[in-house]
């Protein structure tokens, strides 16, 4: 797959709530990042299985459904920059969640090598019920 479609795939997984399937698409030594986290929240995690350990319970807290999927071209297919809206729901709270997406993935060999997600971190923190809330439910895990 090329980063295009690892990107599209990617968005597939998490609508289904299949967490280590899309952690397993990072290479061993991926990197995802998260620029705009909240205040306290890590912005970047190194390697497939630190990955995991930060996702894992996302389908616990978070169900949602991407639309509105475009991507500008590259002239690089391991490169892939990507815009997407998220329709959810924060499962613990019951909270909406609307969110908008650009994603910035690199691959090699069919995995992902870094992925790096910006969004609103507000649109967040207001369906996880406020910065403390939403702390206890994402890291204190």
């Keep these: 797959m090329n980063a295009r479609e690892i990107l599209t795939y990617s968005l597939q997984l998490l609508e289904n709530g299949d967490a280590r399937a899309w952690c397993d698409l990072f290479h061993e030594d991926g990197v995802l990042e998260f620029p705009y986290a909240p205040p306290g929240w890590n912005?970047?995690?190194?390697?497939?299985?630190?990955?995991?350990?930060?996702?894992?319970k996302f389908p616990e807290h978070l169900q949602v459904n991407f639309t509105e999927v475009s991507f500008y071209d590259t002239n690089d297919p391991d490169l892939a920059i990507g815009e997407f809206h998220g329709d959810?729901?924060?499962k613990v709270t019951g909270g909406?969640?609307?969110?908008?997406?650009i994603s910035v993935i690199k691959s090699r060999d069919g995995k992902i090598v870094l992925y790096r997600d910006f969004w609103n971190p507000l649109r967040h923190l207001e369906a996880l019920g406020g910065v403390e809330a939403a702390a206890k439910i994402v890291q204190g895990d």
């Design 96 to 101: 909406a969640l609307k969110q908008d997406y």
């Design 88 to 90: 959810g729901v924060a």
């Design 43 to 56: 912005t970047r995690f190194e390697g497939r299985e630190v990955i995991w350990t930060h996702m894992r």
